[in-house]
T-cell receptor
Framework: AQSVTQLDSHVSVSEGTPVLLRCNYS??????LFWYVQHPNKGLQLLLK??????LVKGINGFEAEFKKSETSFHLTKPSAHMSDAAEYFC?????????????FGSGTRLSIRP | DTGVSQDPRHKITKRGQNVTFRCDPI?????LYWYRQTLGQGPEFLTY????????KSRLLSDRFSAERPKGSFSTLEIQRTEQGDSAMYLC??????????????FGQGTRLTVV
């Protein structure tokens, strides 16, 4: 079975400082992994995705994530936080055709940005 | 707009009433998901369809809940005899999931249900 664990329920950083949101996965094979963002009262939006190509994945709004098989991690980072980054972030394992599995969400990390 | 569309966006109902939500996925997408999200929590899986076949239902989906996707296009989620605990955001998502690769799921804006 596949699963994702988001290690922090809440992260608070100052504007202009780096962001690190942590995600660990559990899978018997090399999974695909996504990060979604949800702004208040908005729908879920894909930030970036890893599908076994390059291990360093760049997404929208300056975010990137690195897939590390040895650490079973897929942490989300951004060099410099902006006030507009305040949102809920979800690490996600997408459904696959062959395994007929559903999208699996982590519990989410709420990112707060201090002025 | 060619994204995932959900209707209605908001629904307020009295306890004990039945409600039905509709989801129109992106037209060529073969997979459709329903999730429920309560305040401060991540989305919880309810059910999903591969074309018209309902492949999995969560234990969260009691017998008061039923979902259909009759022609493999739009889907409906019905809640009978609503309870206050049903108050939540109901999210629909669709994806084109094939053997070659995994693709992202596109989410609708959700239907916010309030049971009073």
């Amino acid at each position: 079975a596949q699963s994702v664990t988001q290690l922090d329920s809440h992260v608070s950083v100052s504007e202009g400082t780096p962001v690190l949101l942590r995600c660990n996965y559990s899978s018997s094979y090399s999974p695909s992994l996504f990060w979604y963002v949800q702004h208040p009262n908005k729908g879920l939006q894909l930030l970036l995705k890893y599908t076994s190509a390059a291990t360093l994945v760049k997404g929208i709004n300056g975010f990137e994530a690195e897939f590390k098989k040895s650490e079973t991690s897929f942490h989300l980072t951004k060099p410099s936080a902006h006030m507009s980054d305040a949102a809920e972030y979800f690490c996600v394992v997408p459904g696959t055709y062959s395994s007929a599995s559903k999208i699996i969400f982590g519990s989410g990390t709420r990112l707060s940005i201090r002025p | 707009d060619t994204g995932v569309s959900q209707d209605p966006r908001h629904k307020i109902t009295k306890r004990g009433q039945n409600v039905t939500f509709r989801c129109d996925p992106i037209s060529e997408h073969n997979r459709l998901y329903w999730y429920r999200q309560t305040l401060g929590q991540g989305p919880e899986f309810l059910t999903y369809f591969q074309n018209e076949a309902q492949l999995e239902k969560s234990r969260l989906l009691s017998d008061r809940f039923s979902a259909e996707r009759p022609k493999g296009s739009f889907s409906t989620l019905e809640i009978q005899r609503t309870e206050q605990g049903d108050s939540a955001m109901y999210l629909c998502a669709s994806s084109l999931t094939g053997q070659a690769q995994n693709t992202e799921a596109f989410f609708g804006q959700g239907t916010r249900l309030t049971v009073v």
